[in-house]
């Protein structure tokens, strides 16, 4: 994916990333970094929850969703990205280390759980987070730094999008063409993963366009 392809991409895509999230946070809270939340928290249940979604249990057969694994993933990077603005200690090198992970072996089950179990552990023992295990998280299942933007950018606009046409009043369509909303957004994430130029300063809004004229028909 083009986006990639310069280090000034890549930090634009962090910068994205940390943009919206701050705008996410501040719909809160005006004062989000001073309330202490306990983003920490929310990393660990989310890695129970990821665990389940991609299978962990020796008696019964079971077959990972890797989509919803990814957006586990991704909901974990949510709190790890205000944990980070709220400390101070989100850097632009963060975006180099992110995107040089590499994504290109086969998925390692053994090792994504053991990451998804340390990244749980060291969010309890420093209630912070740490990005060695969220890093070997990715290279296992593996999920690339392109993804992890795509799929984020995907689900902060649909949340958007949703809230925008009336979530809260009960106006709000989840159905459209016979298909949920979150089914449209994964067609619209694949689109947007095989084009090789994508202008992270235009994802946001180009996503969001898109999502309204299938909304809209």
């Known amino acids: 994916m083009g986006a990639s392809s310069e280090s000034g991409s890549v930090v634009e895509m962090l910068h994205t990333m940390a943009d919206m999230q701050h705008h996410h946070n501040e719909q809160v809270h005006a004062q989000w970094a001073k309330q202490g939340y306990e983003y920490y928290r929310a990393i660990w249940v ?58 290109s072996g086969e998925q390692d089950p053994r090792a994504f759980r053991a990451s998804i179990e340390a990244l749980a552990e060291s969010s309890l023992r420093t209630r912070s987070f740490e990005i060695e295990p969220f890093l070997e998280a990715m290279r296992t299942l593996p999920m ?6 795509v799929m984020y950018i995907g689900k902060n606009v649909l949340n958007q999008f949703r809230q925008n ?46 999502l309204e004229a299938r909304y809209s028909v």
Not at 177 to 186: F, Y
Request: contains cysteine.
């Open 165 to 210: 046409n009336g979530y809260k009043s009960g106006e709000y369509r989840k159905v459209w063409q016979g298909r949920e909303d979150n089914e449209h957004l994964v067609d619209l994430l694949d689109t947007l993963l095989m084009t090789e130029q994508v202008d992270p300063r235009q994802l946001p809004d180009k996503l969001y366009a898109e």
């Open 144 to 149: 690339s730094y392109e993804e992890l933007f």
């Open 46 to 103: 989310e890695c129970a929850e990821m665990l389940d979604h991609f299978g962990w249990k020796w008696w019964k057969k079971q077959h990972p969703d890797i989509n919803q694994v990814k957006l586990e993933l991704v909901d974990i990077w949510h709190f790890a990205l205000s944990d980070l603005l709220r400390t101070d200690t989100l850097k632009d090198s963060l975006a180099t280390v992110l995107s040089e992970v590499d994504t």
